[in-house]
């Protein structure tokens, strides 16, 4: 197990690896992106309470999950990369940041457009809208604090520490915006939920969710490995394969 | 270890002593930003008294966020911190005695303007118990999690405006809890819940702060 | 086909929402096409670089 780690911490072999199954992973996010729009605007049935309008939830829902997912995995490279430093750890954080930041604003966006027909306005302050703009905030912030340092080394370092301590007070800072909601709110509000969805409905929704995350993986192992090149430019290894015309 | 933590913990307030802008400083911001929110809002007697327990604790937290600025600023500058990293004593225990030091030049004086700003913002009288006892847990909270921020950036030339950027987001929950005590009290609802959750992030940020504040103020070092 | 663009009298948050969608994971998309190209041209150029100083090493 730890020689298998090791031997996947080695950029090289990271690098080898991403470029092996990156094709596959694109292909299959492109079937399963296809076939669940498809399934979702066409073939799913109308919603009986919100009509067409639900259709945003395809690609509402994944986007929030991928925007959860995407700091997960931030605060998870940090961990390794401040206990091990294991350069790859830092350098997949640091790939993700953009992405996940992205996939938040999108969250907000999408939730807002479906506010507007269902709320009846552009914003309201509903416990997972407001979480997902702190979420953003939370993006920002990491992404600015790397770029403030001169020292690369020591920005990743800080930036680590930020995502570790921002990981501690997610789901603080979410039951504290739960609480705060019910405490402020009649509790006649639609809730922006998927609750007794129908299987035709929920099919679509897996669908979308995986392409969404394997989207995230093929851009993440792009961008990783990018970084590797510019890292490690000047080694043996990749002047071989910049000779052969191969990077 | 004790022994060390006192010894910082008089340095710092000695040296606060003479430096004053950097505790008055923020505790006349806090005033000002208050006094903004009538002129903003209008003299409406109800609205204020509505609106008081979010206003004070919004100003609370700029305040505070404005005082951490100077927490690690001049000790980097002469180079004192590095002695403190370099210390043999365990550099948590450390940065606590100096978060508490700054608390208790930064924070505690807000404690006792609040009763008068409470006033000024029609609060009933009631609500300013749970008002003091609310900021007592939520700034030394806020102190606690600001310096996280205040050692991440006390490297950099413009740390200011991305200290803000990192750290009130983190501001969050004590902001939700703060405020809704004091609601609660206005409302005639108990406030032990409130209370005890600001205690709760209180304990919580106590644990963690040291060490994340520690690792960070180790990276500049190495 | 009329029926389906209309979406219930919600086109427009429904299309929106979609087209959004799908310009930001375009722009992501060509921004990681960019940052390997980048990424590719700074290796070649290095490459040079050290090989025009191997060059000079050897002819003196």
């Known amino acids: 197990m730890f020689q298998w780690f090791h031997r996947l911490a080695s950029l090289k072999n990271f690098y080898r690896l991403a470029e092996i199954i990156t094709p596959w992973l694109a292909v299959l996010c492109a079937i399963l992106l296809a076939v669940g729009l498809y399934r979702g605007l066409v073939v799913a049935p109308t919603d009986y309470e919100q009509g067409e309008s639900y259709r945003i939830i395809y690609v509402h829902v994944p986007s929030a999950w991928m925007s959860m997912f995407v700091y997960m995995v931030i605060a998870f490279c940090s961990a390794i990369y401040l206990v091990w430093n294991m350069k790859l750890a830092d350098i997949v954080a640091q790939a993700s940041a953009p992405m996940g930041a992205a996939f938040t604003f999108l969250a907000l966006a999408t939730g807002s457009l479906w506010g507007k027909p269902m709320w009846g306005t552009w914003w309201e302050w509903d416990a997972r809208l407001t979480s997902e703009l702190i979420l953003l905030f939370l993006y920002i912030g990491y992404m600015a604090l790397r770029g403030a340092f001169e020292n690369s080394a020591a920005g990743a370092k800080a930036a680590a520490i930020l995502a570790l301590v921002g990981v501690v007070n997610i789901p603080i800072i979410h039951y504290s915006v739960e609480w705060w909601n019910t405490l402020h709110q009649p509790a006649s509000i639609t809730k922006f939920d998927t609750p007794s969805i129908h299987i035709s409905m929920l099919i679509p929704l897996l669908m979308m969710a995986l392409g969404f995350k394997l989207f995230y993986l093929v851009n993440m192992f792009s961008r990783t490995r990018s970084m590797i090149l510019e890292r490690e430019a000047s080694t043996s290894w990749v002047r071989n394969r910049a000779q052969e015309n191969n990077l | ?222 | 086909m009329k029926e389906f663009l209309a979406m219930g009298g919600y086109a427009f948050y429904v299309w929106t929402s979609f087209g959004l969608t799908f310009v930001v994971m375009t722009a992501i998309v060509l921004s990681s096409i960019y940052q390997r190209r980048q990424a590719i041209n700074s290796v070649k150029r290095q490459a040079a670089v050290a090989r025009q100083r191997a060059d000079q090493k050897n002819s003196l």
């Open chain 2, 1 to 222: 270890m004790l022994e060390a933590f006192n010894a910082v913990l008089n340095r710092d307030l000695r040296l606060a002593m003479r430096r004053r802008g950097d505790w008055v400083n923020p505790l006349v911001f806090f005033v000002i930003v208050i006094s903004l929110f009538p002129l903003g809002v209008g003299p409406d007697t109800e609205l204020l008294r509505q609106i008081a327990p979010g206003i004070i604790w919004v100003a609370s937290l700029l305040a505070t966020l404005l005082a951490s600025e100077t927490l690690f600023r001049a000790d980097f500058d002469d180079g004192s911190l590095e002695q403190l990293v370099l210390s043999s004593q365990p550099l948590s225990v450390l940065v606590l005695a100096k978060v508490l030091a700054h608390w208790l030049i930064t924070g505690l004086p807000l404690l006792f303007l609040s009763p008068l700003v409470a006033v000024v913002l029609q609060l009933q009288g009631r609500s300013i118990p749970a008002l003091m006892a609310s900021l007592l847990l939520g700034t030394l909270t806020l102190s606690l999690v600001a310096a996280i921020g205040a050692a991440l950036t006390v490297g950099l030339r413009k740390g200011g405006v991305l200290l803000a950027l990192l750290v009130l987001p983190l501001f969050i929950p004590v902001l939700i809890f703060g405020s809704s005590s004091v609601l609660a009290v206005e409302g005639g609802f108990p406030v032990q819940a409130h209370l005890s959750m600001l205690g709760a992030l209180f304990l919580l940020s106590l644990a963690l702060a040291p060490l994340a504040i520690a690792a960070s103020l180790r990276i500049i070092y190495e």
